[in-house]
């Protein structure tokens, strides 16, 4: 079975930092695009941050570009989000997730299919 | 990159489809195929209902479908269920590599 679980998450005050990680488990997890999306309170989806399989290639979003940095270790299965000058704005519940696979066709998809239950940040004095 | 466009809210009986539609631009979901849908419901993850614009994951309901047309894409839902109440994103591959989700749109049984 496929899983995902978020830890590190916490109360932070503005300018702090906080390391997020992303344990998985249930699929060859050096084969994996993995990606990190939150949601703050009451509000929609916003993507983050994706790395591949081998951690060579690596994207944010504007709105975390040079405060957060993604990283991964495949020989523990785990990805990890560096979030430095943590704002007000950056409270949310965050989520990491693997893009798609379809078995049937050995495809991968840029699309979501597994997430994690979230870890919960809370950026506030 | 900006958020996709969605309505904030689509209603409809049981029984009855809905559309949501789901608008970007050429350097997006206009330029790629690549457009996945979820469902998430309060408290929870989200769940990929589509990618790729009309593939379902295996055990997605035949009730959900999709479509693209130029720059915008559509989820239908057919033979609404009480169970089908829920928020629903869209979300797109993008000319810089990244991911874009939509506004997300509530759906309500009424």
């Known amino acids: 079975e496929v899983q995902l679980v978020e830890s590190g998450g916490g109360l932070v005050q503005p300018g702090g930092s906080l390391r997020l990680s992303c344990a998985a488990s249930g699929f060859t997890f050096s084969s994996f695009v993995i990606n990190w999306v939150r949601q703050a309170p009451g509000k929609g989806l916003e993507w983050l941050s994706s790395i591949s399989s081998s951690g060579i290639s690596i994207y944010y979003a504007d709105s975390v570009k040079g405060r957060f940095t993604i990283s991964r270790d495949n020989a523990k299965n785990s990805v990890y989000l560096q979030m430095n000058s943590l704002r007000g704005e950056d409270t949310a519940v965050y989520f990491c997730?693997?893009?798609?696979?379809?078995?049937?066709?050995?495809?991968?998809?840029?699309?979501?299919?597994?997430w994690g239950q979230g870890t919960l940040v809370a950026v506030s004095s | 990159q900006s958020a996709l466009t969605q309505p904030a809210s689509v209603s409809g009986s049981p029984g009855q489809s809905i559309t949501i539609s789901c608008t970007g631009s050429s350097s997006d979901l206009g330029d790629y195929n690549y457009v996945s849908w979820y469902q998430q419901h309060p408290g929870k993850a989200p769940k990929l209902l589509l990618y790729?614009?009309?593939n379902r994951p295996s055990g997605v309901s035949n009730r959900f479908s999709g479509s693209k047309s130029g720059n915008t894409a559509s989820l239908t839902i057919s033979g609404l269920q009480a169970e089908d109440e829920a928020d629903y994103y869209c979300s797109s591959y993008t000319s810089g590599f990244t991911l874009v989700f939509g506004t997300g749109t509530k759906v309500t049984v009424l």
């Open positions: 790729d614009v009309s």
């Open positions: 997730a693997r893009e798609g696979y379809d078995s049937l066709t050995a495809y991968n998809f840029p699309g979501l299919d597994y």
